[in-house]
Every structure is written in structure tokens, then in C-alpha cells.
């Protein structure tokens, strides 16, 4: 089992800055992928930024202005999130997969005023 905490949350104007983190415990040898999703309110879970073995994706809408980091001696996940806009509001969820199996934080919320 693994549990992902995620913390960092937070209302902040547009233009602004937060950083997100997420800790993970348990059994989490063999974790090799981490990642970021977000909810919107009404709209689906979508994925923000993961860290594939040592690749790193983003989804087109924070490229350039949110960046993912790991750290392996922490078990811990970052997303520095820059130039936030009203659209990035919503709930963003730490994910983890290991072995085939997928888990999820419980969630942080993010909130952007115009």
C-alpha cells in the first residue's frame, strides 16, 4: 500500500505562485510514476504534470509555467506552480503508480481569483 499526503493549497490571485507537495509512506520502493491531476469544478480529472522513470510530460495548458520535481530521498513530489490563471482552480490530486497499481491523494484545493 501506499498513502500520498498532499499539502500547499491555497487561494491566491492570478499572476501568483504555489507550491505543491506530496508525501508518500507505506511501501513505496518500485514507485516509478508520480504526477499531478487536477479536477475543475464540473469538469473531469485531468493530468497536469507527470514523471515518468525520467521523463517528465505536461499538459499544453501549464506548460511553461508549472514545473514538476522529485524527490526520491524525501518520497516526496513537487509542482511549482507559476502565472496562475482563474482556469487552473480546482483540486489537485497526487498520483502515484507502482507495480500496476494506482493511487490517489485525497487532494489539495487550488484557488485563482481574477
Known amino acids: 500500500q501506499v498513502q500520498l499526503v498532499e499539502s500547499g493549497g491555497g487561494l491566491v490571485q492570478a499572476g501568483g505562485s504555489l507550491r505543491l507537495s506530496c508525501a508518500a509512506s507505506?511501501?513505496?520502493?518500485?514507485?516509478?510514476?508520480m504526477g499531478w491531476y487536477r479536477q475543475a469544478p464540473g469538469k473531469q480529472r485531468e493530468l497536469v504534470a507527470i514523471?515518468?522513470?525520467?521523463?517528465?510530460n505536461y499538459a499544453d495548458s501549464v506548460k511553461g509555467r508549472f514545473t514538476i520535481s522529485r524527490v526520491n530521498a524525501r518520497n516526496a513530489v513537487y509542482l511549482q506552480m507559476n502565472s496562475l490563471k482563474p482556469e487552473d482552480t480546482g483540486v489537485y490530486y497526487c498520483?502515484?503508480?507502482?507495480?500496476?497499481?494506482?493511487?490517489w491523494g485525497k487532494g489539495t484545493t487550488v484557488t485563482v481569483s481574477p
Open positions: 507505506g511501501i513505496i520502493y518500485t514507485i516509478n510514476v
Open positions: 514523471i515518468t522513470g525520467g521523463t517528465i
Open positions: 498520483n502515484a503508480v507502482r507495480l500496476g497499481q494506482t493511487y
